[in-house]
């Protein structure tokens, strides 16, 4: 009897430690995380301050930073439809993290064109990790929903040498191998989402990890 009273004890208790750190998390998460289950959850309204003092072509001070819409890039004007919107999409070599916002290709390439086209808007919404699967549910959830006149396309080095998908993080992107009960709970629970990803399912370095200024 008493080791039934112990163990309904710890089991009351477990379930309100769970509950008390899935509502913290639901307040607030200090582990950005880039997937969500089949989701991307893209890092709004951040701004990155890294120190740099190990790669001396890269600046000393890097300021990164990710606007309302989770892309890199100035904000989504009030006359968007009477722009000429562009939104690149890629890996790392398209995010440029370690790149400040006014180095990286899209940038410049934005800068380049407003001498022929004042009017337009470029955004950067790529993603370090991401392959060609990633892409397209980035296009799904998020840049199909925005209607841009045109979107730039940097592709194929995180392809290089694959013939099949990625094990769990590919498989999970591409929604009709979406089969995980895993899965489905890491998108209804913050506690499992984050349990999951720091058990190795996705390690650091793909694109549900934001990489880390102390990585350079």
């Known amino acids: 009897m008493k080791f039934i009273k112990n163990f309904f004890a710890l089991f009351i208790g477990l379930v309100v430690a769970f509950l008390v750190l899935e509502g913290f998390l639901r307040i607030y998460n200090p582990f950005p995380i880039r997937l969500k289950g089949d989701k991307i959850v893209l890092p709004i309204n951040q701004r990155?301050?890294?120190?740099?003092?190990?790669?001396?072509?890269?600046?000393?001070?890097?300021?990164?930073?990710k606007n309302s819409l989770g892309f890199r890039g100035p904000?989504?004007?009030a006359d968007y439809a009477d722009r000429l919107s562009v939104i690149t999409i890629g890996?790392?070599?398209?995010?440029?993290?370690y790149l400040s916002d006014n180095s990286t290709w899209p940038y410049l390439l934005g800068e380049e064109l407003k001498k022929d086209y004042p009017d337009i808007w470029v955004n950067n919404a790529g993603l370090d990790g991401h392959s060609t699967f990633g892409h397209q549910v980035l296009l799904e959830d998020y840049v199909v929903g925005l209607k841009p006149k045109m979107v730039l396309f940097l592709t194929g080095i995180n392809d290089v040498g694959r013939d099949s998908l990625n094990g769990g993080f590919d498989n999970r992107l591409l929604r009709s191998?979406?089969?995980s009960g895993l899965d489905w709970l890491a998108k209804k629970s913050e506690v499992a989402n984050l349990g999951l990803n720091f058990c190795g399912r996705l390690k650091p370095g793909n694109s549900a990890w934001p990489m880390d200024k102390t990585w350079i």
């Open 75 to 77: 904000e989504m004007p």
């Open 91 to 97: 890996g790392s070599t398209t995010e440029c993290y």
């Open 177 to 179: 191998n979406y089969v």
């Open 48 to 65: 990155y301050d890294i120190k740099n003092d190990k790669i001396a072509k890269l600046d000393k001070e890097i300021i990164h930073t």
